[in-house]
């Protein structure tokens, strides 16, 4: 959440509610409703680091508000994170070390492995696709992240697929 917040701030200046409506209307439904706590705390970590500064402004009948604003610091490090290719596949993927591993120890079938997380993942992709039918259709950033997400579902379910293929 960390560059999350940085990216919205260096948009403009917002205390913590404006960054959590700015997160929920930027990604929609796709995206979990961040805890405000969360946020208020990585706001700190930040402020801690040097990435932002934080300055109170005063407002009638209510008490002062926290106002946070990207340092150059922040904006460095938000354009390093930026311009960094994301994390491409998973070689060291989890199951697939439980697959490989486990049944050396005798505490598991490979099979019953690769049906009890073919039924997790098509378990993930009803969700999704609840999801889906529940976005409207222009609201096309939340399209894309479930669409997204479903398409590396479906990517796993079809390896799970070559998985029991060659170690059956």
């Not at 995206?31 to 405000?36: E, H, L, M």
Request: overall charge negative; some cysteine; proline content about 5%.
């Amino acid at each position: 959440m960390r560059l999350h917040l940085l990216a919205l701030l260096a948009k403009e200046p917002a205390h913590g509610y404006e960054l959590k409506q700015a997160l929920e209307q930027t990604f929609g439904s796709a995206y979990p409703s961040p805890n405000i706590g969360q946020i208020y705390v990585t706001l700190g970590r930040l402020e801690k680091d040097g990435l932002v500064k934080v300055v109170d402004v005063e407002q009638s009948n209510r008490p002062n508000k926290k106002v946070y604003y990207l340092t150059a610091k922040g904006r460095d490090v938000l354009m390093t994170w930026v311009e960094e290719p994301t994390e491409g596949p998973r070689v060291r993927d989890e199951f697939f070390m439980k697959l490989v591993l486990a049944p050396l120890t005798g505490i598991a079938d490979r099979m019953a492995l690769i049906s009890r997380q073919r039924r997790h993942y098509l378990s993930l992709m009803s969700d999704l696709n609840d999801l889906l039918a529940r976005t409207h259709p222009d609201d096309r950033v939340a399209m894309l992240l479930i669409e997204g997400a479903m398409l590396h579902l479906q990517a796993d379910l079809d390896w799970l697929e070559r998985c029991q293929e060659d170690l059956a």
